[in-house]
């Protein structure tokens, strides 16, 4: 049989695309060779964040066995850094940077006798590129990219407080921003502008109330966008930055970005994401077992403007399976 090019591959995915009415998303399931792709791309238990850039360039990166892994698209490993040699171990939060040239990461690293986190940048180019707390007995972590890949934000926690705040830096540390707050955590930056959301809780309350902060690195003002239970680790931001979905108690509620309630959603499974239109949320829900293992579990997306939910697996048994939005497809690993 023949070998394909992944243009080809998405050449057809996307003409079939526009014989398709708007509203009606296709998914592309684990037999397409595209998702196929994605599976090799993604072949680690502890992985980086799998973005477009990447299915389109056919690289991706992988942390397995302390080691720093570019591979190709069949899963082959054509790179490697071994973190020992930079005195980092244990890398976690990694996510892409939004050029899809670059992975940041939480790093263990060791000084002195003493152990903590540092943010690191790892380029294609293979050089590494490392972000240290201004607070050197502070943990950093949950760091991730701005839109244009010049900032970064992370959590820097102490650890004989654990209070924390957020931190904001360029990628070459000419510049340190610490946003002070008695505890915050969990940025989340905008897709085009320097403008960031994070999460704010009281200091050793128990509580489920958070705070959701927009804070603006141009203005350097913050606001506080919305007050009350929020059960999710991150505000989920729609792509065209105009609307945010945020996990309460009993429903799901999406809010502008002036703090509004624009709309409630009831009934919305996990794993969330946005469409790339910014029209519709998908998510997971299922049947699970007392102990929280999977029964079945099926794909939906709600349409934001209509409040209408559509059901995209009926058939299918996702059991535990990750998927992304690709155009108006979705494509399931």
């Not at 090799?40 to 991706?60: D, G, H, I, M, T």
């Not at 003493?114 to 949950?142: E, H, M, V």
């Not at 905008?190 to 128990?206: A, D, I, T, V």
């Not at 996702?318 to 690709?326: I, S």
Request: glycine fraction near 4%; hydrophobic fraction near 35%; proline fraction near 4%.
């Amino acid at each position: 049989m023949k070998k394909i090019s992944l243009s080809i591959l998405l050449c057809i995915l996307f003409t079939n695309q526009l014989f398709s009415e708007s509203n009606n998303v296709k998914v592309v399931d684990d037999y397409n060779p595209i998702s196929r792709i994605m599976t090799n791309l993604n072949k680690s238990q502890k992985k980086a964040v799998f973005n477009n850039y990447n299915l389109y360039n056919k690289k991706s990166f992988i942390f397995e066995n302390n080691n720093f892994y570019e591979i190709d698209q069949d899963g082959k490993k054509v790179k490697i850094n071994h973190l020992g040699k930079y005195n980092f171990e244990k890398p976690i939060h990694e996510k892409w940077g939004n050029r899809g040239d670059k992975v940041i990461a939480s790093v263990l690293t060791w000084s002195k006798g003493n152990k903590s986190r540092a943010i690191a940048i790892f380029s294609l180019d293979g050089s590494i590129n490392t972000i240290f707390s201004n607070d050197p007995s502070s943990f950093a972590t949950q760091p991730c990219f701005s839109f244009d890949d010049q900032f970064i934000a992370f959590m820097q926690t102490n650890p004989a407080t654990h209070l924390s705040n957020i931190v904001i830096s360029d990628i070459n540390e000419h510049q340190t921003i610490v946003v002070d707050e008695p505890q915050a955590g969990n940025p989340v930056w905008f897709n085009h502008s320097n403008k960031l959301l994070y999460k704010q809780f009281q200091p050793y309350s128990k509580s489920d109330s958070r705070k959701i902060v927009l804070y603006d690195l141009e203005s350097r003002s913050k606001k506080v966008l919305y007050e009350g239970v929020v059960k999710m680790s991150y505000p989920l931001l729609s792509p065209n930055d105009s609307l945010i979905v945020l996990r309460t108690d009993k429903e799901s509620i999406v809010i502008d970005i002036n703090g509004n309630i624009v709309k409630k959603l009831k009934n919305v499974g996990g794993t969330m994401k946005w469409s790339p239109d910014s029209q519709k949320i998908s998510y997971i829900r299922g049947s699970y077992t007392h102990d929280g293992e999977i029964i079945h579990e099926s794909l939906f997306y709600t349409d934001i403007n209509t409040n209408i939910e559509v059901e995209l697996t009926p058939n299918k048994n996702l059991n535990g399976k990750k998927y992304m939005w690709m155009g108006n497809s979705i494509i399931i690993e």
